[in-house]
């Protein structure tokens, strides 16, 4: 049998567009007619994704499937790390919670023991597609991590795939970072790396063109494209991409509506809030104190990876009172997930589940009460808004189990029965454990107008596109924008130097 080709995308550094490229790349295979599949042995992500069978994966491998056509698995990512304390992690192995772990132990144990379950894992991928796109993590050259570094070369090797080395122009030091790179790679790697890619270029490639000729004369190594900078709306990973929002905090006075979502030190799941960038007139600020907050007409509670200490923040920082003198003077309050357990009356964790087994207090905002148990909850969910009968979708990542109190409203009903969420009489307070609730977009149209009208505005039409149309319309233009600056003659070329797809 013929096993899948294999292109592997490593970077200099964090954050150097290393998902976009890949998603782009399974979107280009994908639309050339092959069956493509994203990889990435060890992924450390804040944000996930909930794959059809309740596993929990890398947010960017389930975007990257989808830009692929296909259906996420955890043969995609076997391999999930979750910062949830200082120097601790929850693992997720094959989309399963499997133990909380120091990076020491991680390092020294755990790595070589759960190799056996990452190769299983690339030889299935192998077996089933025509072409697997790997994705690296962080760089392939820090020499203090390379002993036990099984997201880089020691993937390339297992997978014979060839190496496009991915670099940001717009942090500066470009060619530095490459030949830097190269320098600390042994020989065997080195001859690994195929091409350059040098990404997220503003400016005038002819201003660049000696740099490139240098660099492929010094390397003897082929630069592939200059990538302009691309704005495009795909789900983000991380907490770099988390920084990055924050350069859109608009000018007080620029939107007709002000959004606000609190930066919780250990947020997960952030990505909920991305639609609401995409509403016109709404301006989406992501605050973490009291002298940011200011008076939105919206505020967000996300989800979090340790509710109860999130919660002690709150309360420390003056956010937590802040909160609630803001829902007084009428703010409508969202929260989702571990920020729909803060707004509750209490919450217990007994067995010490997120830390030392204490309860504590909530914001009081909801009449619920949560309790914190082992088993993770992880699954794709869809239902009905109970109070308009709007169909809606998302997903559950979370160990609390939530109780209404007497007088309590939920907010959905689950297709398979369950009730999700609390919402107050008035529908000023929502609280629900749907990640992906401000992706239902006719949802997020009909509260944005809520807001608008009681501001004296106009509403928006409702006639919008779904979620799943807009994905795959942004999946279209990031294949159009990067197949446009790569030599894609030179990268099939080096996809096919490996085996031949039959």
Not at 260 to 272: K, V
Request: with cysteine; charged share 25%; hydrophobic share 40%.
């Amino acid at each position: 049998m013929t096993k899948a080709k294999a292109i592997m995308v490593q970077g200099t550094a964090s954050d150097v567009g290393k998902s976009m490229i890949c998603t782009a790349l399974c979107r280009i295979f994908s639309n050339d007619g092959y069956k493509v599949v994203p990889f990435k042995s060890q992924n450390m992500a804040l944000n996930s994704y909930i794959t059809q069978d309740g596993g929990e994966i890398g947010r960017a491998q389930g975007v990257q499937a989808e830009a692929a056509r296909i259906q996420a698995t955890t043969h995609m990512n076997p391999i999930l790390l979750k910062p949830k304390q200082d120097m601790v992690s929850e693992v997720v192995l094959h989309g399963k919670h499997y133990l909380d772990m120091n990076a020491k132990t991680y390092r020294s144990h755990f790595v070589e023991q759960v190799m056996p379950e990452v190769e299983n894992s690339v030889r299935y991928l192998q077996a089933n597609y025509e072409v697997i796109v790997l994705e690296g993590a962080g760089s392939p050259a820090e020499i203090n991590l390379k002993a036990r570094d099984i997201a880089n070369m020691r993937m390339a090797h297992l997978a014979d795939a060839a190496v496009i080395l991915v670099a940001d122009i717009d942090r500066g030091g470009v060619f530095a970072s490459i030949i830097g790179t190269l320098a600390l790679l042994d020989d065997a790697e080195r001859a690994r790396v195929k091409g350059f890619v040098i990404n997220k270029f503003r400016g005038m490639k002819e201003l660049l063109d000696d740099g490139l000729e240098w660099l492929e004369q010094e390397t003897g190594i082929p630069v592939l494209g200059v990538i302009p900078y691309l704005a495009i709306e795909i789900d983000a990973e991380d907490s770099l991409a988390l920084s990055s929002l924050r350069l859109k905090k608009p000018k007080p006075g620029e939107f007709a509506l002000d959004v606000a979502m609190i930066q919780l030190p250990r947020i997960s799941n952030f990505t909920d809030i991305d639609p609401l960038f995409e509403e016109p007139g709404v301006g989406v600020r992501i605050v973490k104190s009291v002298t940011e907050l200011g008076n939105p007409d919206l505020l967000i509670l996300p989800g979090t990876k340790n509710t109860i200490d999130d919660l002690q923040w709150l309360k420390q920082t003056g956010l937590g009172a802040a909160i609630v003198a803001l829902y007084q003077a009428g703010t409508k309050i969202v929260g989702i997930c571990g920020g729909y357990q803060m707004l509750g009356e209490v919450l217990i964790d007994t067995e010490g589940i997120e830390g030392d087994g204490s309860t504590a207090q909530g914001l009081g905002l909801l009449p619920i009460e949560t309790v914190f148990f082992p088993e993770k909850q992880t699954v794709q969910v869809a239902g009905i808004i109970l109070a308009t009968n709007e169909e809606v979708t998302g997903y559950e990542i979370h160990l609390g189990r939530t109780t209404l109190k007497e007088g309590a409203t939920p907010f959905v009903k689950m297709a398979d029965g369950r009730l999700d969420g609390a919402i107050t009489a008035d529908g000023q307070v929502i609280g629900t454990y749907l990640h992906g609730i401000f992706h239902n977009r006719h949802l997020t149209r009909r509260l944005i107008n809520e807001l608008r009208v009681q501001k004296g505005l106009a509403p928006l039409a409702l006639a919008i596109k779904t979620d799943t149309e807009l994905r795959d319309e942004a999946y279209e233009r990031l294949d159009q924008h990067v197949r446009a600056h790569l030599d894609m003659d030179k990268l099939y070329t080096i996809l096919h130097e490996t085996n031949t797809i039959k």
